[in-house]
Each structure stands twice: as structure tokens, then as C-alpha cells.
């Protein structure tokens, strides 16, 4: 059964800390994989889209690491605002009919 | 450029009723999806058009169905309304279906099934 897993569900950072959210996933096979933003009573936010090939890619303060061959991601947030604080999830699609699976999320309170 | 549109934003509903949703994605997109979330199951996918065609759908019971429009407009109809069909429904435009194409989400229509 394809699964995305994040950790940890939740976190507080003071303003300024980085932070790194996890995502592990079992989805078979694997074409992109995505983090979203999503703040509270929003829609959510593409971030990153990443390929098979892809290690690494950047979007401003937030970079996103793939590891396909462990099948892990993370998402780092460097100097973190106040307005980092939001929802962050992790979506795999799958090679076949583009179908997503949607991580649980991780939510992220930055404090000041 | 216009975002991802979706009216109602709220809705209140009771059980045995049917809602419709509808979901206007950005011009020239041509692929929309529909998700449902909740607090306990997350983001969950409902289906997928493009070009007037369901092309993917998701482990939802009949009740819940959609189309969508030459223009590209989506509605999703929800029948027999149950008090676990409470949540956000999330409508998702594309360029394209690529899978690697970016997915803008609308701001989503919140129904309360009573």
C-alpha cells in the first residue's frame, strides 16, 4: 500500500532557528514528489517539486532534499519568520495515472 | 492572473441533502482535481479531470462525482450527505498532466454536514 510518513507531527522553533521536517514514503513506483505550504484555512502552496534524478532543489529559505534510494525527503527551513508557521506536506506521485498521496503533514509554530 | 476560484467557501448542509461544489482554475489550465481534508485523514484525493474526461479517481464511494466543462470549469457533486462528509473540499488546477507540473490550489469550499 502506498504511504507517506512525516515527522514530527508537530514543532516550535524560535524565530531565526533553522528547522528540518521529515517525510519517508513507500510509494511504488515513483515519479515526483512535492511539498506544499498550507496555512491556516488556505489552500496549500506548491514549494518544491522534485524528480527521480533530482537531489536537492531550493525555493528561497526552504530547501528540499530527495534520497530515492532510501525513499526519504526532508525539508529544511533556514532562518525561520514568523510567518513560516503553517502546515508543511509531503505529496508522492506515482508513475501510473498521476495519482498523489498526501503525507499527514507537519505543523509548524514559529515563536517569537 | 486570477488564482484558483471555488464558491460556496462555506456550506452547511444536513444529512440525506446533496451539494454541489464549484471550482474555476486559472485560465488556460486545463487539468482539475478535487481532494477532501480532514483533521483525522489528512488530504485525500477525490479525482481528476482533464479536458472533460475523468482521468484518475480516488477510493471515494459513488456518492461522490464531478465532471467538468469545456472551459474547463469543475463542479463535484456530493449525494446523501453524511456527517463524515464534513471537511474542506480543495480543488487543484494545472497546466497540464504532466506529472511534474506545478498544482495551484483554490482556497476551498468548507462544508458542515448537520
Known amino acids: 500500500k502506498n504511504q507517506v510518513e512525516q515527522s514530527p507531527q508537530s514543532l516550535i522553533i524560535l524565530e531565526g532557528k533553522n528547522c528540518t521536517l521529515q517525510?519517508?514514503?513507500?510509494?511504488?513506483?515513483?515519479?515526483?514528489l512535492r511539498w506544499y505550504k498550507q496555512d491556516t484555512g488556505r489552500g496549500p502552496v506548491s514549494l518544491t517539486i522534485?524528480?527521480?534524478?533530482?537531489n536537492t532543489k531550493s525555493n528561497g529559505r526552504y530547501t528540499a532534499t530527495l534520497d530515492a534510494d532510501t525513499k526519504q525527503s526532508s525539508l529544511h527551513i533556514t532562518a525561520s519568520q514568523l510567518s513560516d508557521s503553517a502546515s508543511y506536506i509531503c505529496?508522492?506521485?506515482?508513475?501510473?495515472?498521476?495519482?498523489?498521496?498526501f503525507g499527514g503533514g507537519t505543523r509548524v509554530l514559529v515563536k517569537p | 492572473k486570477a488564482g484558483v476560484t471555488q464558491t460556496p467557501r462555506y456550506l452547511i448542509k444536513t444529512r440525506g441533502q446533496q451539494v454541489t461544489l464549484s471550482c474555476s482554475p486559472i485560465?488556460?489550465?486545463?487539468?482539475v482535481s478535487w481532494y477532501q481534508q480532514t483533521p483525522g485523514q489528512g488530504l485525500q484525493f477525490l479525482f481528476e479531470?482533464?479536458?472533460?474526461?475523468?482521468?484518475n479517481k480516488g477510493n471515494f464511494p459513488g456518492r461522490f462525482s464531478g465532471r467538468q466543462f469545456s472551459n474547463s470549469r469543475s463542479e463535484m457533486n456530493v449525494s446523501t450527505l453524511e456527517l463524515g462528509d464534513s471537511a474542506l473540499y480543495l480543488c487543484?488546477?494545472?497546466?497540464?498532466?504532466?506529472?511534474?507540473?506545478?498544482?495551484?490550489f483554490g482556497p476551498g469550499t468548507r462544508l458542515t454536514v448537520l
Open positions: 487543484a488546477s494545472s497546466l497540464d498532466r504532466g506529472s511534474t507540473d506545478t498544482q495551484y
Open positions: 522534485m524528480t527521480f534524478s533530482e
Open positions: 517525510c519517508n514514503y513507500t510509494v511504488s513506483p515513483f515519479s515526483n
Open positions: 479531470y482533464f479536458s472533460e474526461t475523468q482521468r
Open positions: 505529496v508522492v506521485s506515482g508513475a501510473a495515472g498521476n495519482k498523489l498521496t
Open positions: 485560465s488556460g489550465h486545463r487539468s
